[in-house]
């Protein structure tokens, strides 16, 4: 089994941050790779101010460069907007590897308005990295109400495997500050130095190895 990560995202710019999560969640958890699962559409954000698609996979893949991480606009080939169906339709797609959640603590603390989010923790595991600002929030969100009784210690990380669903582990990862909306505040025309990228047939998604191709994003 090939054991790999997820870390689902608007990616609006990808940054350092992203980078540097997913490396010491690699580490922390064994994993063999990650994949960054750029979305076409996050139904909880706005349109407004959202780069396109291939402009966000192809800072994704600047980011991931040198690493065993794999940037990927799957989602589109899928046809699915929210996490579970995107979830269901890997696992099935991919039996000979075994799938891993990984989110922010910004992400717990909004867990319980995703879209089945139970269904979510029993479908894969679930590992929680901590984010600067939002550690309060995260250990008080709604969704850990329901999830505390299924939370392994961070010294079982690497056993993910073995674990009965639902399960959920809490990893105190070193802390990154970069974020995305410091970078569009700073530079809110980001994505026109990528525009070469928006049509290329040389953009192939890392995981389907099919051209990206041009849509709209999903409107809120």
Known sequence: MIRTGLLGGSFNPAHRGHRRISLAALRALDLDEIWWLVSPGNPLKAVKGMAPLAARLASARRQARRAPIRPTAIEQALGTRYTVDTLAALVRRYPKRRFIW???????????????????????????????????????????????????????????????????????????????????????????????????????????????????????
């Open 102 to 220: 990984l989110m922010g603590g910004d992400n717990l603390a909004q867990f319980h308005r995703w879209r089945d989010w139970r269904g979510i923790a029993r479908r894969v595991p679930i590992a929680v990295i901590a984010r600067p600002g939002y550690d309060g929030a995260a250990r008080a969100a709604p969704a850990l109400g329901w999830l505390r009784r299924f939370v392994r210690t961070a010294d079982q990380a690497q056993d993910w495997t073995l674990w009965s669903l639902p399960s959920l582990v809490l990893l105190d990862l070193p802390p990154d500050p970069s974020s995305a909306t410091a970078i569009r505040a700073a530079r809110p025309k980001w994505h026109e130095r990528l525009t070469g990228a928006l049509h290329s047939p040389a953009i192939r998604d890392r995981v389907t190895r099919r051209p990206l191709k041009p849509r709209r994003p999903f409107a809120s």
